[in-house]
C-alpha cells in the first residue's frame, strides 16, 4: 500500500470523520520532500507508466506571449493515445465518472481522446515552502467548514478527511491578483447556443499575498468581483463575494440590479438557487466548481484513484466558440483529456438540511488539489449533473487553473453550459497588480454599476 493510502486508512481507523481535523506528524510531513511533491501528490510514475513521474515546475512560456492574449498549446502535435465512445465505455468504466458514462452512453457521436499525461501542475517555490509549514500547523474549524493554522498554501497537503480536501480545493493556487473576460454560454435542450452573460471577473486573494501573513489578513482569503457587461438588459449588473476562512471572517456576498439600482447583500444567493448568471441552467454552489457555503452536505473522504479527466486545455481556450460548442456536448475534437490521479470526496446530504442534489462525488486533481469533475445525483439516486473544469496551462504564473472554462452537462435534459470562457476576446486570464481592497467593496460595487 502506498504512503497516502495507508495515512488514509490510519485515518479512518481512528475516526477522523465529519469535520474532525489532525494536522500532519513532523514524520508525515517529511514525505512531502521525498515521495510526496510539495503538494502532496505521489511523485512517483503508475504502474504501467501512464502517468508519468512528477518533474517539477512546468514554466515554460511561449515566446512572444503577452498577458491578456490567449496561451499557446504546448502539446499542440501530439495525437491522441486512446480514443473512448459509448461503443467501448464499459472498457474504461473503471477510470471515468458516472456523469461521463451516462455522456458516452446518451449520446453515440460523444467521444473522449486521451491524451499523453503532462503533470503541468505547479506553483511558486515560495507556495512550496509556506505548504510544508503548513502541513503540521493546519486544522479544520467549525465543524470542518472553516480553516485556522494556515496561510500561502496548501493547507493539507496530507489530507484526512473531506474536509480537509475540500479546504484544499478552495485554497488551491491560482495566483495574487487577476483579471478576466468572463463569458457564459448557455445550451438549452433544443441545442441552439446563447450568449447569456458577458462580464469582466476580478479576484484577488490576500491568502497568497507573498509579503503576508495570516497575522496581517482580516480572514478573507479571496475577493471577488464580477461586473456584467453584456446583454445590453443586464449591463452593468454586478456580483461582489467576500469569502473567509472561518466563522470569524463569515462568507458575505452582495449584487447590484440595474433595475433597482442599489446594492443589496444577497445571503440567500447559494447552495441550489439556480445561477442566474446561467440563466439558472447551474446552481450557485457549482459556479467555479464549488462557490459559496457548502455546510447543506457532510463530506467523507474516499480515497484516490486514477482517471479520465479533461486537462491542459489551451486548444480549447483559444478556439472560436462556434467551433467549441455544439448542440449537445462540446467538440470532441478540441477537448484534451488525460489520465490522472485524482482525490474523490462524497457529499451527502447533511442531516436536517435541503438540497436539490442529494449526492455529489467530487474529484480533485492530485498536483493541484483542485476540482476536476463533479457528478450529482437527484433526489432517487440518478445521475444527473456532470461538471467540468477544462483547466488552462499558464505556465507564467505558473499554475494550472480550474477556475475558468468550467461549465456543467444536465445529463437528464441535454442542457450544458460553458463559463467563465474568454474564447474570442483579448482578456485571457491575467495577472496584474495589487488591487486596493476598496475595490471589492459595496460602493465600488455601485459605482462601476452605475457608468
Known sequence: MKPQLNMLACAIALGLVAGQSHAATAEEAAALKTTLTPFGAEKAANKDGTIPAWEGVYSKVAPGYKPGDARADPFASEKPVLSITGKNVDQYAAKLSAGTIAMLKKYPTYRLDVFPTHRTGGAPSWVYDNTFKNATSAKTVDDGYGVDGAYGGIPFPIPKTGYEAIWNHRLAWVGDTAIYASRTWIVPPDGKRTLANEAEQTLTRPYYFKEGSLDKMDGIYQYGRLITRAPASKAGEGILAHDGLNAAAPRALWQYLVGQRRVRRAPSVAYDTPDSVASGIGFVDEAFMLFGPIDHHQLKLIGKKEMYIPYNNNRAASAKIADLMGPQFLNPDLVRWELHRVWEVEATVA???????????????????????????????????????????????????????????????GAYLLNASANETPNQYKAIPRLPLSYFGPEELANQGAR
Open 351 to 413: 442531516p436536517g438540511k435541503r438540497h436539490v442534489v442529494s449526492k455529489r462525488r467530487y474529484y480533485l486533481d492530485e498536483d493541484t488539489w483542485q476540482i476536476i469533475q463533479i457528478d450529482g445525483y437527484d433526489a432517487q439516486g440518478q445521475i444527473w449533473r456532470s461538471n467540468y473544469a477544462l483547466t488552462l496551462l499558464a505556465p507564467d504564473l505558473p499554475a494550472l487553473l480550474a477556475n475558468v472554462m468550467w461549465g456543467v452537462y444536465n445529463v437528464q435534459t
